[in-house]
């Protein structure tokens, strides 16, 4: 079935550095891919998403590539701030199958 | 537009109580569903429903179960809970053309 694997946290960084959360997912067919995010105490929100192969999305400073060649769509931002701190979750939609990463823990410090 | 609305956010329950978890949203969306987040194991789906009158099983359903009356509500219950159903459960409904899932606040279950 489909699967996602996201690299484990949790991730320390000063403030401005640059941030990657690895993600590789396994899936038939054309799925969607999804990074929602989690501050503390709330549920999760959509952070950005990507419908088919090579499209990036983007969202406050956020960007992920859907690479299907490589089954890949990890998450980048170039200089990350305190209020970046939160759990970031990796996960693909694929006719109404959803499926999660296991979530990465980011604290920013300042 | 109030979107995904979860109650309660808080409850503790001695072992075999029996409680249910509220769900509503509001934005006519027919696939709902139930998680549960417990630390290092990310989401997993307890049942969903894809319209109203339908359910189904997802990952982790013993020890839940749920109905679909309406589009708006899908309830979670607990029919006799144990101390392995501790978690933060979360429910979320699927915008269909998009594939965003749009999730509740959660709702932070002790079972003592």
């Known amino acids: 079935g489909d699967s996602v694997t996201q690299m484990e946290g949790p991730v320390t960084l000063s403030e401005e550095a640059f941030l990657t959360i690895n993600c590789t997912y396994t899936?038939?067919?054309?799925?969607?891919l999804f990074w929602y995010v989690q501050y503390p105490g709330e549920g999760l929100q959509l952070l950005l998403k990507a419908t088919k192969a090579d499209d990036k999305g983007s969202n406050k400073g956020f960007e992920a590539t859907y690479r299907k060649e490589t089954t890949s769509f990890h998450l980048e931002k170039g200089s990350v701030q305190v209020s970046d701190s939160a759990v970031y979750f990796c996960?693909?939609?694929?006719?109404?199958?959803?499926?999660f990463g296991a979530g990465t823990t980011v604290t920013v410090r300042a | 537009n109030a979107g995904v609305t979860q109650t309660p956010k808080f409850q503790v329950l001695k072992t075999g109580q029996s409680m249910t978890l509220q769900c509503a949203q509001d934005?006519?969306?027919?696939?709902m569903s139930w998680y549960r987040q417990d630390p290092g194991m990310g989401l997993r789906l307890i049942h969903y429903s894809v319209g109203a009158g339908i359910t189904d099983q997802g990952e982790v359903p013993n020890g839940y179960n749920v109905s679909r009356s309406t589009t708006e509500d899908f309830p979670l219950r607990l029919l006799s809970a144990a101390p392995s159903q501790t978690s933060v459960y979360f429910c979320?409904?699927?915008?269909?053309?998009?594939?965003?899932?749009?999730f509740g606040e959660g709702s932070r279950l002790t079972v003592l």
């Open positions: 899936a038939t067919g054309y799925p969607s």
């Open positions: 934005m006519n969306h027919e696939y």
């Open positions: 979320a409904s699927l915008a269909g053309v998009t594939g965003e899932l749009f």
């Open positions: 996960a693909l939609h694929n006719d109404y199958k959803l499926s």
